[in-house]
Nanobody
Framework: QMQLVESGGGLVQAGASLVLSCAASGRTFSNYAMGWFRQAPGKEREFVAAISTSGGTIYYAGSVKGRFAISRDNAKNRVYLQMDSLKPEDTAVYYC????????????????WGQGTQVTVSS
């Protein structure tokens, strides 16, 4: 089993920045592609960003491209999500997820999930 623990969420005003962190344990982190997803109240979980095992391949949802940046530190077993120019519509619970194989956008293909961290953006 791999354990994932997110941190860094909070309440911010529109236009602010946050950095989410996800700490992994229990498995060899560098063998896993990582993804960030989010779920707003009353909505389905949606893809935000994904990064390959080496960090060489990255994907973003169109709604966050140019504002968010995913990165990873395999030495520290962590994946990050830098979120800039936050908007009220970014309000959601943010989850990190891990899978063996390629980085992908489909949530159903991820094997392990964290408990999530709340991000609230006020207008």
């Amino acid at each position: 089993q791999m354990q994932l623990v997110e941190s860094g969420g909070g309440l911010v005003q529109a236009g602010a920045s946050l950095v989410l962190s996800c700490a992994a344990s229990g498995r060899t982190f560098s063998n896993y592609a990582m993804g960030w997803f989010r779920q707003a109240p009353g909505k389905e979980r949606e893809f935000v960003a994904a990064i390959s095992t080496s960090g060489g391949t990255i994907y973003y949802a169109g709604s966050v491209k140019g504002r968010f940046a995913i990165s990873r530190d395999n030495a520290k077993n962590r994946v990050y999500l830098q979120m800039d120019s936050l908007k009220p519509e970014d309000t959601a619970v943010y989850y990190c997820a891990a899978r063996t194989g390629l980085a992908v956008a489909a949530a159903t293909l991820y094997d392990y999930w964290g408990q999530g961290t709340q991000v609230t953006v006020s207008s």
